[in-house]
T-cell receptor, first 113, second 117 residues
Framework: GQSLEQPSEVTAVEGAIVQINCTYQTSGFYGLSWYQQHDGGAPTFLSYNALDGLEETGRFSSFLSRSDSYGYLLLQELQMKDSASYFCAVRGPDGGATNKLIFGTGTLLAVQP | DGGITQSPKYLFRKEGQNVTLSCEQNLNHDAMYWYRQDPGQGLRLIYYSQIVNDFQKGDIAEGYSVSREKKESFPLTVTSAQKNPTAFYLC????????????????FGPGTRLTVL
């Protein structure tokens, strides 16, 4: 089967750093992306890693290790508005022929004052 | 401004009725997708379309049907054959497809929350 595992919930305080892990087991792999979804809203794209290493975009960074089938999203200088669900998603069960994604079940991040 | 619109935002349906959810995009994107999201769960792919007049089943297509007669539109019909249709439905699009292409983020519409009474 194909699966992506993430912690269901994470709690942190404003100004802190939090890491959300994602391990995947899929029939193919072409890249790992991260999406943010506020309650009742639409998911929005945060980052994409096709190669091993760290990608930084402002306060958010994403890491990928293909040999470990593992990635993480790092959020720095947490703000209250970062309270949301975060989903990892794998592109590639079809060999990257499409942008079709398989999503993890999501991590609910609660940022406390 | 370009974007994806879904209507209605909330939809109520009686058991045994078919219902069609609208998805329109003016981003000139080639590919469109329909997802279902249940409380506390991730997104599961129902159907996707890479080009006009063509679409493929996703992981949970049973009880659903789609059409892609225009590039801008990808309506989803939830049929009476869908046993548990109450969920949040999200439509998305990407500008291009193809092996070797750089990844294109999926742009999502605001969603339709369907409740079966």
């Amino acid at each position: 089967g194909q699966s992506l595992e993430q912690p269901s919930e994470v709690t942190a305080v404003e100004g802190a750093i939090v890491q959300i892990n994602c391990t995947y087991q899929t029939s193919g792999f072409y890249g790992l992306s991260w999406y943010q979804q506020h309650d009742g809203g639409a998911p929005t794209f945060l980052s994409y890693n096709a190669l091993d290493g760290l990608e930084e975009t402002g306060r958010f960074s994403s890491f990928l290790s293909r040999s470990d089938s593992y990635g993480y999203l790092l959020l720095q200088e947490l703000q209250m508005k970062d309270s949301a669900s975060y989903f990892c998603a794998v592109r590639g069960p079809d060999g990257g022929a499409t942008n079709k994604l398989i999503f993890g079940t999501g991590t609910l991040l609660a940022v406390q004052p | 401004d370009g974007g994806i619109t879904q209507s209605p935002k909330y939809l109520f349906r009686k058991e045994g009725q078919n219902v069609t959810l609208s998805c329109e995009q003016n981003l000139n994107h080639d590919a469109m997708y329909w997802y279902r999201q249940d409380p506390g769960q991730g997104l599961r792919l129902i159907y996707y379309s890479q080009i006009v007049n063509d679409f493929q089943k996703g992981d949970i297509a049973e009880g659903y049907s789609v059409s892609r007669e225009k590039k801008e539109s990808f309506p989803l019909t939830v049929t009476s054959a869908q046993k548990n249709p109450t969920a949040f439905y999200l439509c998305a699009s990407t500008p291009q497809m193809g092996r070797g292409s750089s990844y294109n983020e999926q742009f999502f519409g605001p969603g339709t929350r369907l409740t079966v009474l």
